[in-house]
């Protein structure tokens, strides 16, 4: 038994895992509810959730509120870029499904937006947690994040499908994560602890290249 509850044992590792997980569910919620904190919100969720995945976090708080602090300004302005280009998004769907033109018009236009849209959801899943892993212009986060999205195109549509799983699952059977509170709980920091760990490999292999020695 005092195996089993050691500190070093593989459950209590994995309960503070969950513990911290937990903590940093209950940070990103309070500090996103003036909305306009999304973006650094984003950012720290993301910094702390990879931090817990790979094992090297000592402080939830510590580290939520250091990346929260650091990258506040930045984060916002990507964040409202991010919102704009939405809203653009939206309102050209909303446009070409309503004028009155010809149907190969439509689709060609249709077939553009997905494109576009299918290039904007993968940017902006890849773009919080680079921007909580590497330094850089607004213009060099948004590329860097777009390019690496595409190039690690199993990650990202990995990390897509949970997502989409998430809602699906609330949607259609919200009796499962308890009719919400499960994201109250764990849900958001859960699926970011999850991906944490396909971003961390990722991002690991870039900060090892950049600090390898040139010969």
């Known amino acids: 038994m005092e195996t089993l509850f050691s500190p070093d044992s593989t459950l209590m590792r994995a309960l503070t895992r969950i513990a911290d997980t937990m903590i940093l569910n209950f940070l990103f919620i309070v500090t996103s509810l003036p909305v306009v904190t999304l973006g650094a919100s984003l950012t720290a969720l993301n910094f702390t959730a990879m931090r817990i995945a790979t094992g090297k976090c000592n402080s939830v708080s510590g580290d939520y509120f250091r990346s929260f602090r650091s990258n506040f300004r930045q984060a916002t302005v990507i964040g409202l870029i991010l919102l704009a280009l939405g809203a653009v998004l939206a309102a050209w769907y909303v ?96 699926i970011a602890v999850a991906n944490g760990f396909l971003f961390a490999r990722i991002f690991d292999k870039y900060i090892a290249a950049a600090s390898a020695p040139q010969t």
């Open 95 to 190: 446009v070409v499904t309503n004028l009155n033109i010809e149907p190969l018009v439509e689709l060609v236009l249709l077939a553009v937006w997905y494109g576009l849209a299918l290039t904007f959801a993968m940017m902006t899943v890849f773009v919080f947690p680079y921007l909580a892993s590497f330094e850089g212009t607004t213009r060099q986060v948004l590329r860097n994040a777009r390019l690496m999205s595409w190039r690690h195109l199993l990650t990202t549509l990995a990390v897509l499908a949970l997502m989409a799983l998430a809602v699906a699952v609330t949607v259609f059977v919200p009796e499962f994560t308890g009719f919400g509170l499960g994201w109250l709980l764990i849900g958001f920091a859960g």
